[in-house]
């Protein structure tokens, strides 16, 4: 038998690296297609779930569409909106990435389902009566335009990298299709008025609120002689204000949906679990901090824990409330294409709350890290402390906001006390630098204090442009979509 030439062998060789090249050239092109793959089969999946519970319903077909349409709100509302929950605690180092979005996931689908209420107002915020649209089908017409319009909103926020309301979004949709479908006396403009408002109050009420938070830090904690005898007093004391404004928020956000409960039900309640959270957590802090060496490293690794609590239960409230953004249009189709008849308020069925619940966790899942690092890391340099402050303001504005009747973002709050937390930083920074120069004949040049600038100017324009024009862009898509919607059915 002869024995193959040594060039055959070579050949073999050449072609076998070939197809290995090749197939890593593939596995490099089909990785960024995997997260829009699920999502897309998990549009659909949803979409065929209401196609088998309609069954031979006459506007069957309609559901389908419009639970697809609500299933890819959903995704887009966990891929911009959660970020403001995990970014500071990611951003901090006291979760991994994976960590959080674990949490993250569990949190936001147990407060969609456990307290995101059987009844959902059709526009929640009051922006379009039932009554203003001439019948059903103008109406369903209306609310998918409004849902899809935010959705792809939300959609391209989330790819610019900028985190928007997804509240505001579904506002502007509701108003676009409002407009189109009845003219401009449809639209409740005082809830406008309200909700501009709440662009500029939102943000700098967080920002306060954090700011203030870490001056406290930074005057009774760190710049102290001893470190550790100072976080073993203050730290409970501020786990029991995080836990006592958590159990407000909560009981405001959450429980409020099963439960009828007042504010000052829910701030007595608050005192009283805050106070028990104090109590508790003395121990427990000075356990934690025996043997801890009398420096800032230390007292980081006390406010870990408490961070990573209220970042769960941050995406807990925002599971009960924000999934109304999803499912509220939804829910509206669905009561209007059952009993051909409109509501100010509907029933949500389960599947449809799953729906909501299990978008927003797939969202996340799938597209949310890119957001997540950037209200993490890329704002401002955040730490636990910092992280803490962030998470505690998130919690204080809304229920001072609500306490005021004010309607607020939770993006934008959260968004803004990180920039609080950086803007207190820079000035902090700055102060001390002239104090130190004072003190050393030094004079520290203009130039130089730029450069020492502890948060990225960039991201603030890119932030305010997307906050200024979502109600606008929302408005105009969803006008363009509901006239499209109705020239097709017509």
């Known amino acids: ?58 506007g069957g077909l309609i559901v389908v569409f419009a639970a697809a349409i609500g299933a890819y709100m959903a995704l887009n509302i966990g891929a911009n909106d959660v970020a403001n929950n995990m970014g500071p605690a990611v951003g901090a180092n006291a979760l991994t990435l994976g960590g ?24 929640s915020t009051g922006i379009l009566s039932p009554d203003a649209l001439p019948d059903s089908a103008h109406f369903i017409w209306a609310m998918m335009a409004a849902l899809l319009a935010s959705a792809l909103w ?44 709440s662009w500029v109050i939102s943000p700098i009420l967080g920002g306060i609120f954090a700011a203030l938070f870490l001056a406290f830090i930074k005057a009774k904690i760190i710049y102290v002689e001893d470190k550790i005898a100072a976080g073993r007093k203050w730290v409970p004391v501020l786990i029991g204000i995080m836990s006592g404004t958590f159990a407000t928020y909560l009981a405001l956000k959450g429980v409020s949906k099963l439960v009828d409960i007042g504010l000052g039900t829910a701030v007595l309640s608050g005192i009283a679990f805050g106070f028990a959270a104090w109590k508790a957590s003395v121990p427990l802090v000075r356990r934690q901090s025996e043997g801890a060496e009398n420096r800032k490293k230390s007292l980081k690794k006390l406010f870990t824990m408490p961070l990573i609590v209220s970042a769960a239960l941050l995406s807990f409230a925002h599971g009960a409330n924000d999934v109304a953004n999803a499912v509220g249009p939804l829910a509206a189709i669905v009561h209007a294409v059952r009993e051909g008849t409109l509501a100010d308020k509907v029933e949500v069925p ?66 803004g006390g990180v920039f609080g937390v950086g803007f207190y930083r820079e000035w902090h920074a700055e102060r001390r630098a002239r104090l130190l120069g004072l003190q050393k004949g030094k004079v520290v040049p203009a130039e130089e204090r730029s450069r020492r600038l502890l948060v990225r100017r960039s991201h603030i324009t890119t932030v305010v442009a997307a906050w200024i024009i979502t109600v606008p862009a929302s408005a105009v898509l969803s006008a363009g979509l509901y006239w499209l919607m109705n020239a097709l059915d017509g």
């Open 1 to 58: 038998m002869a024995t193959p030439p040594i060039n055959q062998f070579k050949t073999l060789d050449k072609d076998l690296s070939r197809i290995g090249l090749l197939e890593e050239a593939t596995q490099f092109v089909a990785r960024p297609l995997v997260a829009p793959g699920l999502g897309l089969a998990f549009i659909v999946l949803a979409g065929v779930f209401a196609g088998i519970l309609m069954g031979a319903h006459p």
């Open 350 to 415: 389960f599947w449809i709350m799953a729906v909501g619940a299990f978008g927003i966790s797939v969202g996340l899942s799938l597209f949310g890290p890119r957001l997540i690092k950037l209200v993490g890391s890329e704002i401002t340099k955040l730490n636990a402390m910092r992280a803490y402050c962030v998470a505690l303001s998130a919690a204080i504005t809304v229920i001072v906001a609500s306490w005021l009747g004010l309607p607020v973002s939770s993006t934008h709050i959260a968004v």
């Open 100 to 123: 959080a979005l674990i949490i993250a996931a569990i949190f936001e689908i147990a407060g969609s389902l456990i307290a995101g209420g059987d009844v959902v107002k059709t526009v």
């Open 154 to 197: 939300l959609h391209l926020a989330t790819w610019m990298g900028a985190p928007v309301s997804t509240t505001h979004s579904i506002v502007g949709g509701v108003v676009g299709a409002g407009v189109a479908a009845a003219g401009l006396a449809s639209v409740n403009w005082g809830a406008i008025g309200a909700i501009a408002a």
